[in-house]
Every structure is written in C-alpha cells, then in structure tokens.
Antibody, heavy 122, light 113 residues
Framework: QVQLVQSGAEVKKPGASVKVSCKAS????????IHWVRQAPGQRLEWMGW????????KYSQKFQGRVTITRDTSANTAYMELSSLRSEDTAVYYC???????????????WGQGTLVTVSS | DIVMTQSPDSLAVSLGERATINCKSS????????????LTWYQQKPGQPPKLLIY???TRESGVPDRFSGSGSGTDFTLTISSLQAEDVAVYYC?????????FGGGTKVEIK
C-alpha cells in the first residue's frame, strides 16, 4: 500500500532553516510527483510547491519563492522540503502528498504523509 | 492566484440527513479543451491529514462511499453528503488545480445536530 512517512517534529529559532523528509513506499517513486502543503493553526491549507520525482521538474508558490527548496533522492525514495529564514508565522504542520496523476503538472493529492509540526520560536 | 471561497463555514446536520457544501472560485476552473473542471474535495478529521474524496469535480476516489458526490462547473461547485453518518464529522476543503499555485478553500466544518 502507498505510504508517505515524514520526519519528526522540529523546533527552530527565527532565521534558521528546517529540512523535512518524506519517505515513499508502495509505488514506483519516480512515476509520481510529490507536493508540499502546510497548515498553520486555524488557517487554510497552503500549497508550497511540487516536484516531479521522475523528471526533477519543480514548481513553487510565488509566496515561498527564494525561501523554499524541494528536492528528491531516488535511491532513497525520499523527497525533501527545506524552508529558510524561518519566522514565527512559519509555525505550522507541513505535509507531503503524492500527486494523483502521472502528468508533469500539479493536480490533486491522493496520498498524504502524517504531517510534521515545525515550531518557530525564540 | 485563484481564490477559493467556501460556504458555509460550518453546518450541523442530523444523522441520515443531507449535507451540502459550496465552493466558489474567483475564475473558471473549467478547461475548455477537455471540458474538465480542475476541482477537488478533501475531508480532514482532527489530528489527521486530509483525505482525497473527489477529483475532476465529480469523480469519486476509489473506496469513498457513494453518499459523497461532487457537482458543478466553471466557478460554482457543491459537495453533497446524501445521508450523514457519524464518521463524516470533519472539515471539508475544496482545491483548484487549474493553475499553480494550487489553492484551497477555507474549509467547512460538518457536525452532528
């Protein structure tokens, strides 16, 4: 069965960076893309970006451009999301999710990781 | 960016009754070349990640009960739960994928009356 398992909770100081991992299993990793979505307390879901695990094509939300980097390691079936210059407003649960289509374009998200809480506090 | 607006923010429905959630996009998400609406619905229960219910506005994901249905086209969409069950208590989100950035509605909380 398809599973996405994320790394554990993080506490960071303002200005620092965080890197969250997402290990995929149960499917051919390079056949699908991976999205990163965050959910701040009481806020709506917010799309950060996407990587096609086969072609390495990436697309980022303009809101996070320059601060977010999404990568993947095909040998480890793992995707990563690194967010830099952290501020308190970045405190949120960060999710990875698989794209449900096999196109080279972000679509809908059919399987989700369990979420990683990132807390930014001085 | 396409803005997704859901209504109502919350609703309370009796067990076995119909629940209707609305989602409106700030521009059409209907792609004319394939006549498909680039709209999806998710269900999120407390402490869990979202779960895909519906994509292409009306295609039910495998394993999703048939009491869940999606309808609408262009800018106006509806998620209907035909007969509310206790396990349907959750927050429901719509999301467009017509153009990046993918954007989500603010969510509708469904409770039992």
């Amino acid at each position: 069965q398809v599973q996405l398992v994320q790394s554990g909770a993080e506490v960071k100081k303002p200005g620092a960076s965080v890197k969250v991992s997402c290990k995929a299993s149960g499917y051919t990793f390079t056949s699908y893309a991976i999205h990163w979505v965050r959910q701040a307390p009481g806020q709506r879901l917010e799309w950060m970006g996407w990587i096609n695990a086969g072609t390495y094509n990436t697309k980022y939300s303009q809101k996070f451009q320059g601060r977010v980097t999404i990568t993947r390691d095909t040998s480890a079936n793992t995707a990563y999301m690194e967010l830099s210059s952290l501020r308190s407003e970045d405190t949120a649960v960060y999710y990875c999710a698989r794209d449900g289509s096999v196109t080279d374009y972000p679509r809908y998200l059919d399987y989700w990781g369990q979420g990683t809480l990132v807390t930014v506090s001085s | 960016d396409i803005v997704m607006t859901q209504s109502p923010d919350s609703l309370a429905v009796s067990l076995g009754e119909r629940a209707t959630i609305n989602c409106k996009s700030s521009q059409s998400v209907l792609y004319s070349s394939n006549n498909k609406n680039y709209l999806t619905w998710y269900q999120q229960k407390p402490g869990q990640p979202p779960k895909l219910l519906i994509y292409w506005a009306s295609t039910r994901e495998s394993g999703v009960p048939d009491r869940f249905s999606g309808s609408g086209s262009g800018t106006d969409f509806t998620l209907t739960i035909s007969s509310l069950q206790a396990e349907d208590v959750a927050v429901y989100y719509c999301q467009q994928y017509y153009t990046p950035p993918l954007t989500f509605g603010g969510g509708t909380k469904v409770e039992i009356k």
